[in-house]
């Protein structure tokens, strides 16, 4: 698990290593750079840059990077972990191939692209971002894995690319603009985040997950290209019925945990006592036996929120050394500045703060922790699956007037600070229903729907503009079934965007690799072959009631209590809604500075502070915005660095530390 740069084109040794050490929490344990110049074409000795931190894992001899082949003709950077190196280097010394470490994925890498090209990405299982130079075909080659569990940015510069695992370290680059775009920030109070390709600067992409591409440095031209996407396969299902595909199941996960167990560094797991990660405790103990493994939980003061005692229930039911911490209002008021100043590309997930602070807790014992991420956006598992049914009812049956008198009797209703409240859910699930179909699920996840939109930015928006990406995702599923388009839209855009992204830089901030069983690539492409009704399983008249994650709650009865397999989802929430009358607002100027209105803004702060509404996710959003903005403008101003970001503009986006080990 690593931090990787690089540039092609203009730059120094010093415009690199700025790039790299602004990863140093992303790789402490080791360092390396590699420059040399390429002749192609009519544009001889064209430069070209490498720059890699490590976090060492696997291979802790043989790992270091950037990493040549033996003749030179490649060099790789690499970030992530590929579990199914080893059965990959297998059939690459049966194809001739000889390896210099002793089991390093990153030489596997160079070698599967020696020998099957590009295509090679098709053939990996893990979590990665790499850019590999082909020196002989005067090529850089940029992938991302199959969900974007790993980042990686980019920004075309004259003449060349920078890229980076971080946005902020893009910004090092002299020849990258920190300028903000007008659409992308409109979006990311819609979504809360930016989905990709962009980013809040409008000189910066994100290469998407399950997408590659390939810079010719001749042409200075590079092509994107997707090679998977997260797709139903409604009319594909698996051989059998129900009872043969939880024990399929079963067998795929007991395998996906055993391949991330490989580890050269102590392991430990996240458990919140939930069906997720306590399968994942579970199917680990078979094979380490339970005293094996340490456990770590976050627990709150707030009872409707805590699940620190369903977590010590599960460790106590497999042996495992256990421990806690308790995340309190003053714990998060000291976190929060310092945080999301370096959160980099801006999320508006309230979670990020357990979620560090978790990681923070486990890096004190271990430098690898597995976690049940994934497993809600495979099978149904969120409260808005539930809501399905209902709602394609309403939407045909009730008339635009009668919607608005019911948003409006809603609005009235008392407010409750509790986890997931009756009264937010209701008003959360009206806001959707005035939308759409297609924008449902972006529209009740959101911090901000269209209309306050309109505030915010002092201008109206068309959802149909602000939505389109849903929409456009929507619209080309192959399934017609509401549960599989949503589960589409969960895995490219809210897992993708949002929660990899969260898991990532919480954990990474203090040098955790956290890995996700659930996404496996053998898992999801025989989850996603499984029809919708074994996920929701159960529904009265197709409409409403049901057991979400159905059918994993039957292929893990063999191995988890029941009353954790009963147990209703109770999510990574914080209690928002109250810390948020005591936690201080972003100033004014602040929001000027980027277009918003900060008199619209401070009235949604009155309000919420006052309990006459109900703002925590909007007014949260806009707390970690200001804050990452303020984080980037500081990395932009560091030494060696780009321009400092400059006040949004309307336009859309377009389509020394180290040794220099330099080629002989």
Not at 65 to 89: H, S
Not at 404 to 431: G, H, I, W
Not at 470 to 481: I, V
């Amino acid at each position: 698990m690593c931090g990787i740069a690089g540039f092609v084109g203009p730059g120094t040794d010093a415009d690199l290593v700025g790039m790299r050490d602004a990863l140093l929490h992303r790789g402490p344990d080791d360092a390396g750079v590699w420059a040399g110049t390429l002749p192609t074409g009519g544009r001889d000795n064209i430069p070209v840059r490498l720059g890699f931190r490590r976090l060492a894992i696997i291979d802790l001899e043989g790992g270091h990077q950037p990493m040549e082949t033996a003749d030179g003709d490649l060099v790789i950077v690499f970030n992530g972990e590929i579990y199914n190196a080893p059965e990959l280097r297998t059939a690459l010394e049966q194809a001739g191939h000889r390896f210099r470490t002793d089991h390093s994925d990153t030489e596997a890498l160079l070698h599967a692209y020696r020998e099957w090209g590009e295509g090679m990405v098709e053939r990996l299982n893990g979590m990665f971002a790499f850019a590999l130079l082909d020196r002989r075909r005067g090529r850089l080659f940029l992938a991302r894995d199959r969900f974007g569990k790993k980042p990686l940015f980019y920004a075309e510069t004259p003449g060349g690319l920078a890229f980076a695992s971080e946005a902020r370290a893009l910004l090092r680059h002299p020849a990258v603009s920190g300028d903000l775009d007008h659409t992308a920030l409109i979006k990311y109070f819609a979504y809360g985040f930016v989905p990709g390709p962009r980013t809040i600067h409008r000189a910066i992409r994100k290469l998407p997950g399950g997408c590659t591409m390939v810079w010719d440095l001749a042409a200075a031209r590079g092509e994107v290209r997707e090679y998977w996407a997260y797709r139903m396969v409604p009319d594909d299902p698996p051989p059998g019925g129900p009872e043969r595909w939880a024990e399929d199941l079963r067998g795929l996960l007991d395998r996906a945990v055993e391949r991330r167990l490989m580890s050269d560094v102590p392991l430990g797991f996240f458990l919140s006592g939930g069906v997720d990660s306590t399968a994942v405790v579970a199917l680990a103990a078979r094979r380490m036996g339970g005293a094996a493994l340490k456990t770590f939980t976050i627990g709150f003061r707030e009872p409707s929120f805590d699940e620190s005692g369903f977590a010590e229930d599960a460790a106590r039911h497999y042996g495992t050394e256990h421990r806690c911490k308790v995340l309190d209002l003053d714990t998060a008021a000291a976190l929060i500045p310092d945080l999301l100043r370096r959160i980099d590309d801006p999320i508006a997930d309230p979670s990020l703060l357990p979620t560090h602070l978790l990681s923070v807790f486990a890096r004190e014992r271990v430098t690898v922790a597995l976690s049940g991420d994934g497993s809600d956006e495979l099978f149904a598992g969120y409260d808005t699956f539930d809501a399905l049914g209902a709602a394609r009812l309403y939407h045909g049956l009730v008339p635009r007037p009668l919607h608005r008198l019911a948003e409006a009797a809603a609005a009235r209703l008392p407010r409750s600070d509790r986890n997931m409240s009756f009264d937010f859910k209701l008003r959360r699930a009206l806001r959707g229903l005035g939308e759409a179909p297609a924008h449902w699920m972006p529209s009740w996840l959101g911090p901000a729907a269209v209309g306050e939109l309109a505030g915010l930015f002092g201008a109206p928006q068309a959802a149909a503009e602000v939505y389109e990406e849903a929409e456009a995702l929507w619209h080309a599923s192959a399934s017609r079934d509401d549960i599989d388009r949503s589960l589409e839209f969960y895995g490219r855009y809210y897992l993708g965007e949002n929660m990899l992204t969260k898991i990532d830089r919480a954990s990474m901030l203090t040098s955790l690799e956290v890995r996700s069983p659930f996404l496996d690539r053998d898992v999801v492409d025989y989850v996603r072959r499984l029809p919708a009704a074994v996920k929701l399983h159960g529904r009265t008249l197709g409409v409403v009631g049901g057991t979400r994650k159905w059918i994993l709650r039957k292929a893990l009865a063999p191995l988890v209590p029941a009353g954790v397999l009963e147990r209703r989802k109770k999510g990574f929430g914080i209690p928002l809604g109250r810390w948020l009358r005591h936690l201080p607002a972003p100033p004014a100027e602040a929001a000027s500075r980027i277009g918003l209105d900060p008199a619209w803004l401070a009235a949604r702060w009155d309000e919420h502070r006052r309990g006459a509404a109900d703002h925590r996710n909007l007014l949260w959003a806009w707390t970690a915005l200001a804050h990452a903005l303020d984080g980037n403008a500081a990395a932009s101003d560091a030494p060696g660095a780009g321009p400092r970001p400059a006040p949004v503009q309307a336009a859309s986006i377009p389509e020394p530390a180290g040794r220099v080990s330099r080629p002989s």
